[in-house]
Every structure is written in structure tokens, then in C-alpha cells.
């Protein structure tokens, strides 16, 4: 991909969740990405068709895109120090931005391999009596290691992975 940042992540676009069964016939077909969705699964966005315009279609050949790159834009440092009298103080931070991390795997995916659930997962997951938009989690469900329709690389899972911390602070 010229133009783009080494280590890129190239995915959906996405739009929350489904909420009812009325809200999946009403969008974008994604049968060639989910099947068989229900309310709960992650609503991908047409972003594009054949001829460079949504065509109320997701598919794999079109509607992926750049969501971002695990390659910092920016690395940064500060080294600071002051004296007074008989004391000192010196501090360096470090850190780096426009970075983006994945959830994957057993860190992000409940029951990912038929493992454990996380308190996140299982408290911002989707529910079917309380429906929102946009849940911290869409519905459950076994993940396998070879995933499902709602583990494909889209910018749900991606998040601002960007920091600054402290790496050494020294009072004398």
C-alpha cells in the first residue's frame, strides 16, 4: 500500500451494533462479511462498490480501509532538571503518538478459544432487553481460534494505543 505506514491496520470501518432484527434488513447488506446477522453482531460500513461509490453493499474487495498503524507517528522524550540550595530533582518521560493497538485474541475477545470472559466484556456487553448503539462489547459468543464475522479486523478492536509516562523521577 504506497502512501501508507509500514504495520497498518487495513479493516471495516464499523457503526455500532445491531440493535433489532428490523435494524439488519434496514442496512447495508453484509452477507458476504456476516451472514447470518443477528442483533448484538457489528454493523460494517459501505464505504465504497465497483464503481467508487456505496453501493448498499459490504464486501471484502471494496469496503476495507486504512483504520490506523501500529507504527508511532511521533516518539517523544523530556528530560528535566532543577537544583535549589542542596537538592536536586531530575525527571525524563517518554512516549509516543498517533499509534493504534488491537484488541485480539484472549485480551480482547470473550471466550476467545472457548477461554475466560473479561469483567469489561461481560459488563459492556451488548444486551438484548436493553439495546444500545454503541456497547463496550457486541454480543457474546464462542470465538474460536479462527474467529467470527464480529472479529474481523475493523476499528472497533482498534484503539488509540498514543502515552506519556514517566520513566524515571530522582530527588537527591
Not at 73 to 81: F, M, Q
Not at 152 to 159: A, G, I, M, R, V
Amino acid at each position: 500500500f504506497i502512501g501508507y505506514p509500514m504495520e497498518m491496520y487495513y479493516g471495516y470501518k464499523t457503526d455500532g451494533v445491531f440493535i433489532s432484527k428490523e435494524d439488519v434488513t434496514q442496512w447495508a447488506n453484509q452477507t458476504k462479511v456476516t451472514p447470518k446477522a443477528v442483533p448484538g453482531d457489528i454493523r460494517y460500513v459501505d464505504i465504497s462498490g465497483p464503481d467508487g461509490v456505496p453501493d448498499g453493499v459490504v464486501d471484502p474487495t471494496y469496503d476495507r480501509t486504512y483504520i490506523g498503524s501500529r507504527i508511532p507517528k511521533y516518539t517523544y522524550s523530556l528530560n528535566l532538571a532543577a537544583k535549589y540550595k542542596n537538592f536536586d530533582l531530575s525527571a525524563f518521560f517518554q512516549g509516543v503518538s498517533g499509534v493504534n493497538g488491537r484488541l485480539d485474541g484472549y485480551v480482547g475477545y470473550a471466550f476467545f478459544n472457548q477461554g475466560t470472559i473479561q469483567k469489561w466484556q461481560m459488563d459492556g456487553r451488548f444486551n438484548p432487553e436493553n439495546p444500545v448503539r454503541y456497547p463496550a462489547y457486541p454480543r457474546l459468543e464462542i470465538v474460536t481460534n479462527s474467529g467470527t464475522p464480529n472479529t474481523e479486523l475493523s476499528d472497533f478492536w482498534t484503539t488509540n494505543a498514543s502515552y506519556l509516562r514517566v520513566k524515571n523521577l530522582q530527588l537527591g
